[in-house]
T-cell receptor, first 112, second 116 residues
């Protein structure tokens, strides 16, 4: 099992560019989430999904879109990158909504 | 609203010392789950423990132990005989049993440095 995978590991964008962060898991977990990690702020939930076709907003959803067409994949789209979106992004999955989460290795994004 | 407070932002200890990482939480829910995760310098997040609010028994796993006290809303984590490999950022988190899945709240983390 690969667990939770994320690509890319690093990305530099210019303000206004768009991109998609990829996340996949092979554990057949229904629940998947995207977090951003910023210094002094811990992890904050951006969007989450409770199954294929079902997504909802977390604490800091503005500027991000998600979709979940399959159980395995949960991509995060930045529509028009801003410097405030410079962060480390983590994807996570769990079997049940209040189980421990399995995290991907993270994507370090810099927006210039 | 719910909140998780990790008041210690950074702690340094000398190898073999014991160290306790504090976690204090606030929630209106009567049932909830508490978690600890470890983030070593390599950056990945690793699950350590999950505790149901119904279960106030303390837990020990090797050099790690957790003290859950509902009366003080605390879920503290102790590392006994610390080692350099324990150097990491440790996060405490809370998920209430009611409401939506989006209600997970993480603390800001405590960075532990174990000096050889």
């Amino acid at each position: 099992n690969a667990g939770v995978t994320q690509t890319p590991k690093f990305q530099v964008l210019k303000t206004g560019q768009s991109m998609t962060l990829q996340c996949a898991q092979d554990m057949n977990h229904e629940y998947m989430s995207w977090y951003r990690q910023d210094p002094g702020m811990g992890l904050r939930l951006i969007h989450y999904s409770v199954g294929a076709g079902i997504t909802d907003q977390g604490e800091v959803p503005n500027g991000y879109n998600v979709s979940r067409s399959t159980t395995e994949d949960f991509p995060l789209r930045l529509l028009s990158a801003a410097p405030s979106q410079t962060s480390v992004y983590f994807c996570a999955s769990s079997y049940l909504p209040r189980d421990e989460q399995f995290f991907g290795p993270g994507t370090r994004l810099t927006v210039l | 609203a719910q909140k998780v407070t990790q008041a210690q932002t950074e702690i340094s200890v000398v190898e073999k010392e014991d160290v306790t990482l504090d976690c204090v939480y606030e929630t209106r829910d009567t049932t909830y789950y508490l978690f600890w995760y470890k983030q070593p310098p390599s950056g990945e997040l690793v699950f350590l423990i999950r505790r149901n609010s119904f279960d106030e028994q303390n837990e020990i796993s090797g050099r790690y132990s957790w003290n859950f006290q509902k009366s003080t809303s605390s879920f503290n984590f102790t590392i006994t005989a610390s080692q350099v490999v324990d150097s990491a950022v440790y996060f405490c988190a809370l998920i209430p049993n009611s409401g939506g899945y989006q209600k997970v709240t993480f603390g800001i983390g405590t960075k532990l440095q174990v000096i050889p």
